[in-house]
């Protein structure tokens, strides 16, 4: 039997390091950490109050690429929750859920009760958080086919869910889009028959009219963008270019060849205050975009969801090095035949791919100099290759090749089938739901009259993304479980909780077991132990 318990409601923390107030929850915090100094080892403590605001304000997402598989079943998923659609399939009757989401299909533990058994609740009830079934939906598209028919074509969803969506989806259309052919393949130029004209300037200016519009016409608080739009190529970084702030507004407005789409986006996003998140592998965050949004202070975040083959390498060369396995040979090789795969077919494209992939291991290889020299990397080669039949069944193939005690070998090989929009859908949910919760945190360190706001580049968004994009001189964190906790602990730190941990030391010594077992309601039913 089960020591779990869930606590699915609504809860109230009660401690004097946290204050509700009807627009806020005020905590004060702890920040522990420990500075290593050459040979020697400090713990150190920072003291900082968390400001939450509790209202969640209205809000709308704007996908760039609303029509592609990823955007069109994104919409689709959130009407079909919102309703709650019900669709017969082959194995019963199927209810519309939003599985694969961090935020809103994972439980968090909350502590435990008097008997030492774990609470868990849903991590969407930790603190106030926007849900996907209130966002409104919008966005652009090279492709003009309205969502109704780019759903049926996605070929992603059941299709008696497509027909109950379809009434709903078929007069949604996104707004025409920027087309630079340079940086997508040229495959793609049969679908682009919904694309803006002149300079980039006024491609810019068009999107930001866009922005204000759709706020306006459906009273927004605030607009997010998302990029899940084609992988492009990767730019160029170029002095006097796309370095400086200054640089990348000239170069738009001198139409400059190295500037692309995604940028442009990203420019137009925070100029109008808005949050942009990039989607796809490409360098869409140039230095010069960095420094706008510092300079703007407007959140951005990138780079690349990470969905299927990539996550599971970030929980399994974790595994490995954590282990004291030292992993020496990682091939992954994927088919997939969605547009995102005819896209990148292309060498260019695909080379964009192959470094948000590539780069995944590197902390964790890095953390273990038992096993690793300093530079030393394992072997590890990524293939893609597009197969029309297989659509948006993406297979994907892994090799694990590591050395073992006393010069043994250890292969582990996987095979993942994964419908690749309905993995990445959610992580757009929680893009969206954990970038608007930021917008909503200050931190106030002791000793500071003012209240600070996260750094521009949003780096806890890192779970859901290939290449996490974080400040300069900030570490790149990549293993998939670090990278939760981090949600976790600061969901906490907004409560005036301590970080989670795993310690439970109440279940270790025979006077605190004791007392759990003498605790007033009587014994919780456990699982029997040896005493």
């Known amino acids: 039997m089960s020591n779990c318990k869930n606590l699915d409601g609504k809860f109230t923390v009660e401690s004097d390091s946290c204050k509700y107030t009807d627009d806020a929850i005020i905590s004060d915090y702890c920040y522990e950490t420990t500075i290593v100094e050459g040979t020697t080892v400090k713990p150190s403590t920072t003291k900082m109050q968390f400001k939450t605001e509790r209202k969640v304000g209205k809000t709308g997402v704007m996908l760039v690429g609303l029509g592609g598989n990823n955007g069109c079943t994104c919409v689709a998923g959130a009407i079909a929750n919102k309703l709650g659609m019900t669709w017969e399939t082959k194995e019963g009757t199927q209810k519309a859920n939003y599985w694969g989401s961090l935020l809103m299909a994972s439980t968090v533990k909350l502590g435990n009760d008097r008997h030492g058994n774990s609470v868990y609740t849903p991590m969407s009830n930790m603190l106030p958080l926007l849900n996907p079934n209130d966002i409104v939906w919008g966005g652009w598209d090279i492709n003009s086919t309205n969502l109704g028919d780019a759903m049926k074509r996605a070929k992603v969803l059941d299709y008696v869910l497509q027909e109950k969506l379809y009434p709903h989806m078929k007069d949604m259309k996104p707004l025409p889009s920027i087309y630079f052919p340079d940086f997508i393949a040229a495959n793609q130029g049969e679908r682009a028959d919904n694309v803006l004209s002149g300079t980039k300037q006024e491609q810019m200016e068009q999107i930001r009219k866009d922005i204000r519009d ?289 310690m439970t030391l109440e279940h270790r010594f025979e006077s605190t077991l004791a007392a759990l077992s003498n605790a007033e309601d009587g014994p919780a039913s456990k699982k029997m132990r040896l005493s």
């Open 214 to 502: 759709f706020k306006k016409s459906n009273d927004l608080d605030q607009v997010i963008l998302l990029w899940t739009a084609n992988t492009e190529r990767f730019s160029a970084v170029e002095e006097g270019v796309n370095d400086t702030a200054e640089n990348i507004l000239s170069s738009i407005e001198m139409g400059e060849a190295e500037v692309s789409a995604s940028t442009v986006f990203a420019v137009a996003s925070i100029l109008e205050g808005s949050t942009f998140i990039n989607g796809s592998p490409q360098n869409t965050f140039v230095p010069g975009v960095v420094e706008l949004a510092r300079q703007k202070k407007v959140f951005i975040a990138g780079d690349d969801f990470k969905s299927g083959q990539t996550k599971m390498k970030s929980v399994m060369v974790d595994f490995l090095v954590s282990a004291g396995i030292k992993p020496v040979s990682i091939v992954s090789y994927n088919h997939l035949g969605n547009n995102d795969g005819k896209n990148l077919s292309a060498p260019s494209q695909f080379r964009s791919k192959e470094i948000s992939k590539s780069n995944v291991v590197d902390d964790m290889v890095a953390s273990n100099r038992i096993l690793f020299e300093e530079d030393e990397h394992p072997d590890h080669v990524v293939v893609i290759k597009y197969v029309p039949y297989v659509a948006d069944s993406k297979r994907a193939m892994d090799e694990y090749t590591s050395e073992i005690f006393m010069g043994g070998k250890n292969t582990i090989v996987m095979h993942n089938t994964c419908e690749d929009s309905l993995l990445a859908t959610p992580l757009i949910y929680d893009l969206v739901i954990l970038g608007e919760l930021c917008q909503r945190v200050q931190i106030k360190k002791d000793g500071d009259e003012e209240w600070e706001s996260f750094h521009p580049v949003l780096s806890i968004l890192s779970y859901m993304l290939k290449a996490p994009l974080v400040p300069n001189g900030a570490p790149v964190v990549n293993a998939l479980f670090a990278q939760r906790c981090a949600v976790v602990n600061l969901m906490r730190a907004c409560l005036g909780l301590a970080p989670d941990n795993h």
